[in-house]
């Protein structure tokens, strides 16, 4: 070490921040202040390992080590089994740990304090809590139960009980605890707040609403109170005033949990005009990337034409309609090529996670691990582009792309629109849903169209196509079966003017799953002159009963101007056009590009009044509806395992064509920098 570089390290050393108890941890300050990030990391770690410095020492210090950015590996080597730590410093450092949303890590802070003091109320609450969080749902209800017979009073056991319960279903044994934290401590927000959403699952609206009313007043939960009360106007599909509840949440949130939702919903407002839809998610996206790193370097190797590891980010890996149009890219992308990770940010596993996790090389569930850890875990495995199949949907992981762990970065499927980001780099897309030169300006990535499918599908095994129930003297049936809240009165009305020219005709109505539910729907109809002799009201189904309903259906109508995807997909595949609405923005496109798809021209309309006319047309032409109902499956390209095929095929051409793009850029600028 030269004169210069000792001199340099002392001025270091005599401006470490103070005070530091441990000659180790002084080391180990002096190490991160010189930005020797790894070795300080490393020392730390083996010090904490070998007793040199202990728990308390962490705790004390912790702010100092935080400010330097090792305060993550101090929890994590706190952690291990082969530490040392006494049951308050455990304590604190877990509590440390959920703060920064650490749960996997906190968990076994506790899981080490629950083992040094087994009757504490306390730390069986806390593991308990840190458990749910990372994905171990059964643990984490052993933990709260423990907890909760330990001290029947406890209202952090009670109170997380509860809310886990409810998330298992178990509604009303979720009200039961929640019932006694909100009696135990009637000033608890957070309770009162669980204990409302429980009631929306029961229908017990009026109670929900003035529980989370009571709640407005108490700042720390002002947000998430108007995030119950929007959902109890979602419960009964009322659109407008979800999504002004949602708007109240924005407005006074400071986590950024509510951006999600209120972006989502309105998507489906016909008063959001295009622009000011666009204007939103920019603005708001923002939350996602308050940590952005500029002019980040990745260490990927820049060769264009190498074997990429390509990431795919989601909270869908279940049974869900995104798994359907997944399924066929995982199992077909040329493993010559690509190299394929799962990243599941979910608890939920069944028959199609077990699917997809054979499917793919490499399988992560996610979910509990801070955005910080999931960063640093993607870039230890130097994926070269990371997928998110979420947008602003729940259970994504959009704060984790807000750090730009890839060097490229895309989103595709999950969310029909833009992130907004400036760290997304791309929107994978076709020129169906996307045209051209008609949605570049409504987003912050850049497009790239595959040039045939916009995505593959996975179809029911067995769904035998029926003969239209009209032409053996059923009343022509008009259905829709998207989202219940994808239905607002501007799409009501046309449904009306439709019934009205259509002599005898009813219409279909599907997941109407509650009385409340049912009277919302009736009273839309009935402001637009339609009885409701003339509805046909269904319940949520199972699949193989949903695709069996067609059989009743004569003619699919699509919401606007948000359509249905999967739903007009299923139509299709089961025989029945969909009369869609083509708009001006991606969500509202939809629909169009899965009829032009299919070569189904004839049912995309331009106009509302165009919309109207196209369904009355096509309810009188009973013939030429018959033949296309037989041939509709054969004209869904996306379910026939050729195309599927070619589909991962093209899909694999975009994500080598935007690798190339970062190689090339990347070259550049070293060039640039070795010129400079």
Request: net charge neutral; charged share 20%.
């Amino acid at each position: 070490m030269s004169r210069r570089d000792r001199r340099r390290q002392h001025a270091i050393a005599s401006k470490a921040p103070a005070p530091i108890a441990a000659r180790a941890l002084h080391s180990v300050v002096v190490l991160a202040a010189a930005g020797r990030n790894d070795e300080a990391r490393a020392a730390l770690t083996d010090d904490i390992h070998c007793g040199r410095i202990a728990g308390g020492e962490i705790v004390q210090n912790f702010d100092i080590l935080n400010r330097l950015s090792l305060s993550q590996a101090a929890i994590v080597a706190c952690g291990a089994p082969s530490a040392s730590a006494d049951f308050s410093a455990l304590m604190a450092l877990g509590r440390r740990a959920m703060s920064a949303r650490a749960f996997s890590d906190a968990a076994l802070l506790f899981e080490k304090a629950v083992a040094l003091t087994p009757q504490d109320a306390e730390a069986n609450a806390l593991l308990g809590v840190s458990l749910y969080q990372s994905a171990r749902a059964l643990k984490a209800r052993e933990a709260l139960e423990r907890a909760v017979t330990l001290d029947p009073n406890h209202v952090l056991a009670r109170n997380n009980l509860g809310s886990l319960l409810l998330k298992m279903g178990h509604i009303d044994e979720a009200i039961a605890s929640l019932s006694i934290a909100v009696a135990r401590a009637p000033d608890n927000a957070n309770a009162k707040l669980n204990l409302a959403e429980a009631f929306i699952k029961k229908e017990m609206y009026q109670e929900a609403f003035l529980l989370a009313q009571s709640t407005l007043d108490a700042a720390e939960v002002r947000e998430r109170a108007f995030l119950v009360l929007s959902n109890i106007y979602r419960a009964l599909c009322d659109i407008e005033k979800t999504v002004y509840y949602l708007k109240q949440a924005v407005d006074v949130s400071e986590s950024g949990d509510s951006v999600t939702p209120y972006l989502f919903f309105l998507q489906a407002s016909d008063t959001c005009s295009d622009d000011a839809l666009f204007a939103e998610h920019k603005r708001l996206a923002q939350a996602f990337e308050r940590r952005a790193p500029k002019n980040k370097r990745h260490a990927n190797n820049p060769n264009p034409e190498r074997r990429l590891k390509i990431g795919f980010v989601s909270g869908d890996l279940y049974n869900h309609s995104v798994a359907n149009f997944i399924t066929p890219l995982f199992r077909d992308l040329d493993r010559s090529q690509f190299e394929v990770y799962a990243l599941y940010n979910n608890a939920v596993s069944d028959t199609t996670s077990i699917v997809l996790r054979e499917l793919s090389d490499h399988w992560l569930n996610c979910m509990g691990m801070s955005d910080d850890a999931l960063a640093q875990w993607i870039e230890k495995e130097e994926i070269d582009v990371l997928i998110d199949l979420s947008g602003h949907t729940g259970m994504h992981r959009l704060s984790t792309f807000g750090l730009k762990p890839a060097p490229v970065q895309a989103t595709y499927l999950g969310y029909p629109g833009t992130t907004g980001m400036t760290t997304m780099d791309y929107r994978i897309t076709c020129e169906s849903l996307d045209p051209t030169g008609v949605t570049e300006r409504q987003h912050t990535e850049k497009l790239v169209r595959l040039p045939g499918i916009f995505a593959p599908f996975q179809p029911p095994v067995s769904a035998p196509i029926a003969d239209m129930p009209s032409l053996s003297g059923a009343p022509f049936t008009f259905a829709c079966l998207n989202p219940i809240w994808r239905i607002n009165a501007s799409v009501v009305a046309c449904w009306a003017r439709i019934l009205n020219a259509t002599e005898g005709s009813r219409m279909m109505i599907g997941n109407v799953d509650t009385p409340m539910i049912a009277h919302r729907i009736t009273s839309l109809f009935a402001a637009e002159g339609i009885g409701t002799h003339r509805l046909i009201l269904q319940r949520r189904q199972n699949l193989h009963d949903y695709l069996k309903l067609h059989h009743s259906i004569d003619l699919g109508l699509d919401t606007f101007p948000y359509n249905g995807g999967t739903t007009t997909t299923y139509s299709l595949w089961m025989g029945v056009p969909v009369v869609a609405l083509e708009g001006t923005r991606a969500s509202s496109r939809t629909g169009a590009g899965i009829l032009r798809e299919a070569d189904l021209e004839d049912f995309i309309a331009r106009t509302p009044e165009d919309y109207v006319a196209l369904a009355i047309g096509w309810a009188s032409r009973r013939d030429e509806l018959q033949a296309l109902r037989h041939g509709a499956r054969g004209r869904l390209k996306i379910g026939r395992i050729e195309d599927q095929a070619q589909a991962a095929a093209e899909f694999g051409a975009a994500l080598r064509g935007m690798w190339r793009e970062w190689c090339a850029e990347t070259q550049s600028a070293g060039a640039l920098r070795a010129t400079g």
